[in-house]
């Protein structure tokens, strides 16, 4: 599917998800190119970052990520994070941000032509049928490119354009920096 210049554009980034799509075939995601690709391709009206944040943690090491995003052009939508142990006894964080991505697109469905979604959350499935009802046009951001792949089949279906993360890398990928992992190993961002 084309971009077209005079199209209104809004992301919808779904950071954990994005995060293991982009670890799995080794991408690192420089934020600032990915803004700027996608102000080229039309009018970018908005950007959205979903993450979910554990509270009353000395540090995290997705805040400072959080706030270079809120200081550069995106609008990032957080909440609690909720903590437990899996049956190998393991620390894990749970924080579905299927809601609040769906909220945000309804509500700005009016306003855009095209919605690009980089999550492969089959979950999504259902606001990406909705909006295309209102005649927006949807793309999907994720990989088929790893073992498994990390977009639901049904979002895919369900999506005017699949665009494999690996196609994007030159253009919004920075060479891996060793070590950073933008804390989301433990993150369980239940895939579909």
């Given amino acids: 599917m084309a971009f077209y210049q005079n199209d209104r554009l809004a992301l919808f980034i779904d950071g954990a998800n994005l995060y293991s799509a982009s670890k799995a075939v080794g991408v690192e995601i420089d934020y600032r190119k990915l803004l700027e690709e996608f102000r080229k391709r039309g009018r970018l009206i908005r950007a959205y970052y979903y993450t979910a944040l554990v509270e009353n943690d000395d540090y995290s090491p997705i805040r400072p ?32 941000m299927d809601v609040e991505i769906t909220v945000d697109m309804m509500n700005l469905a009016a306003h855009v032509d095209h919605m690009v979604i980089f999550s492969g959350d089959g979950d999504l499935t ?16 994720s990989t088929v490119k790893s073992q498994p792949a990390m977009i639901s089949d049904d979002l895919r279906r369900a999506a005017d354009t699949f665009i494999d993360l690996t196609d994007l890398a030159k253009l919004i990928g920075r060479p891996p920096r060793d070590g950073d992992d933008e804390g989301y190993d433990e993150y369980d961002d239940d895939e579909d």
């Fill in 65 to 96: 990520l959080v706030d270079w995003l809120q200081y550069n052009g995106y609008n990032v939508i957080t909440k609690p994070a909720r903590e437990f142990t899996d049956r190998d006894g393991r620390r894990r964080i749970k924080g579905d």
């Fill in 126 to 141: 259902r606001v990406v049928h909705a909006v295309k009802d209102k005649g927006v046009r949807v793309s999907v951001v």
